[in-house]
């Protein structure tokens, strides 16, 4: 059975850094694509950062390039979201996705095939 654990989240005031891990269990992951999204309170689930687990190949959403770096440790099994500079508009819950299946997105929701159960992210002013 395929399990992704978050951890990592966490208050933080603005300008400070949190690293957000998911160590997923169950199968092999290495033609999954990993990805991190967001949910804030009365908002759609939105994507953060994705990686290939195969190559290391990333993409992230314009909102956090350049402040976020997905990354992945193929021995534990665990994809990273270190998180650097942190603005009040970061606070959301943060989830974690792997797509097993041959679709093309990346960048929906429903693009994935299992999620952990998120791990909160609050940034203070």
């Known amino acids: 059975q395929v399990q992704l654990v978050e951890s990592g989240g966490g208050l933080v005031q603005a300008g400070g850094s949190l690293r957000l891990s998911c160590a997923a269990s169950g199968r092999t992951f290495s033609s999954a694509t990993m990805g991190w999204f967001r949910q804030a309170p009365g908002k759609e689930r939105e994507f953060v950062a994705v990686?290939?687990?195969?190559?290391?190949?990333?993409y992230y959403a314009d909102s956090v390039k350049g402040r976020f770096t997905i990354s992945r440790d193929n021995v534990v099994n665990t994809v990273f979201l270190q998180m650097n500079s942190l603005k009040p508009e970061d606070t959301a819950r943060y989830y974690c996705?792997?797509?097993?299946?041959?679709?093309?997105?990346?960048?929906?929701?429903?693009?994935?095939?299992?999620w952990g159960q998120g791990t909160q992210v609050t940034v203070s002013s």
């Open positions: 990686i290939r687990w195969k190559d290391g190949i990333t």
């Open positions: 996705g792997a797509r097993v299946r041959l679709v093309a997105g990346v960048t929906k929701k429903d693009d994935y095939d299992y």
